[in-house]
């Protein structure tokens, strides 16, 4: 089965209707109309009782046709086998059920509308032999055997609808079928020729390019044999030179030869130099191995040296904190001390002033107290007065009296 036509890309409900073909559905609406005007002429220009009837079925019919073209055709082959049985299956249901109608039993009563089979079976029988020509490959098609099956379905069909009778209709499926094998094999005739030719012109195109190939080898091989030519001839020319470099070089082997001679001579001599440098060397390398170790030494100490001398330098910085406390709680003291200074001597002024207060105080309590008692005598004076005025008007007021009574 070729499963890439089964497997069409998905298109939307837009792009199936813009694929559909508009300028034959125009025809066949075109068609129609002719034929609702000839039925509304033939009933003396009224829609009663055909032409309305007739535009009914063609709606249905329309709407159908469209709804048909927009399932998918993968539908279709799926579902074709079915079709073909169901619709076989109603054709052997008309020998038994089906009733007679325009002279012939071809009709299946359905309650709420009559059905022929026969014409179920057209679209039925196509789609079940395209399905099965389908499935097979074009070597299995030009197969005598492989046609046994597909005739059967045209043919038990046919019987039947023969049966009741209908010899136009059963006509119509055999045509059909016949048409359907016709293109069938024609197509698969000439797909088979167009690959034998396919192949044959694939073989001759291979064929020249094997011969251009060919062609550019050998010419390829004619230019390296043309290199190689000069190839040789420069390698000649190289290999004298070489023969002169190489007489050249036999005697620059002699020089080099007494050359290593006097070179072996010095190298004797070098070697001596080198045992006794070695010697110092190992000299040198006790005596670095002293001094590395004193170094240890001095490092070890110096880092030592270099921590006590840290902790010194951190022992001066709490020293000199604590100076600078010290020194600040001086610089208080001080100021504290001036000011107790500052407050004595005004103590001092103060005790001068209240002793000189004191003396002006003692004066005046002295002369106060001398006014006193110059007071106190003239008291006492004016107290005899007293006394001596209020004796006398106590006389003076016994006489009164004395002289009154």
């Known amino acids: 089965m070729r499963e890439d036509s089964l497997n069409p890309p998905e298109f939307t409900i837009g792009q199936k209707l813009r694929n559909i073909h508009w300028f034959f559905v125009f025809l066949i609406c075109l068609i129609a109309a002719i034929g609702i005007a000839m039925l509304y002429s033939a009933a003396n220009g009224s829609f009663q009782p055909w032409a309305s009837r007739q535009l009914v079925r063609f709606g249905v019919g329309f709407?159908?046709?469209?709804?048909?073209?927009?399932i998918d055709v993968r539908i279709w082959l799926r579902f074709a086998y079915v079709l073909y049985g169901l619709s076989l299956i109603l054709l052997a249901l008309v020998e038994f059920m089906g009733f007679v109608g325009m002279g012939a039993q071809r009709w299946l009563d359905l309650g709420y509308f009559n059905l022929q089979p026969s014409e179920l079976m057209k679209i039925a029988m196509v789609l079940a032999l395209a399905r099965y020509f389908h499935s097979l490959t074009m070597e299995a098609v030009a197969r005598p055997t492989r046609l046994v099956i597909p005739l059967m379905m045209v043919f038990a069909p046919a019987a039947l609808v023969l049966r009741q009778p209908d010899l136009g209709t059963a006509l119509m499926l055999i045509m059909a079928g016949g048409a359907l094998f016709f293109v069938d094999l024609s197509i698969a005739r000439f797909l088979r020729q167009e690959g034998v030719e396919r192949s044959k012109r694939e073989a001759l195109e291979a064929l020249l390019r094997d011969v251009a190939g060919m062609e550019d080898e050998i010419a390829k091989w004619s230019t390296e044999e043309r290199r190689q030519n000069k190839l040789i001839a420069v390698l000649s020319a190289q290999r004298e030179m070489k023969a002169r470099e190489a007489t050249r070089a036999q005697a620059a082997e002699k020089e080099t030869r007494e050359a290593v001679k006097v070179k072996e001579l010095v190298i004797v001599d070098l070697s001596k130099k080198c045992n006794e440098v070695s010697n110092r060397l190992k000299e040198f390398s006790a005596l670095y191995d002293v001094v590395k170790n004193e170094r240890n030494k001095y490092v070890n100490l110096i880092q030592a040296s270099?921590?006590?001398?840290?902790?010194?330098?951190?022992?001066?910085?709490?020293?000199?904190?604590?100076?600078?406390?010290?020194?600040?709680?001086?610089?208080?003291?001080?100021?504290?001390?001036?000011k107790e200074r500052l407050g004595h001597g005004n103590s001092f002024?103060?005790?001068?002033?209240?002793?000189?207060?004191?003396?002006?105080?003692?004066?005046?309590?002295?002369?106060?107290?001398?006014?006193?008692?110059?007071?106190?005598?003239?008291?006492?004076?004016?107290?005899?007065?007293?006394?001596?005025?209020?004796?006398?008007?106590?006389?003076?007021?016994?006489?009164?009296?004395?002289?009154?009574f």
């Open 349 to 404: 002024y103060a005790r001068d002033q209240l002793r000189v207060e004191q003396n002006r105080n003692i004066t005046l309590e002295k002369e106060s107290k001398g006014k006193v008692d110059q007071l106190v005598a003239e008291i006492d004076n004016l107290n005899a007065l007293i006394n001596g005025v209020e004796q006398e008007m106590l006389r003076l007021k016994k006489k009164m009296n004395l002289m009154l």
């Open 63 to 70: 709407i159908s046709m469209i709804a048909v073209s927009l």
């Open 306 to 338: 270099s921590q006590a001398l840290a902790e010194m330098k951190e022992k001066i910085k709490i020293l000199l904190n604590e100076v600078e406390i010290l020194r600040n709680e001086s610089l208080q003291k001080d100021m504290a001390l001036q």
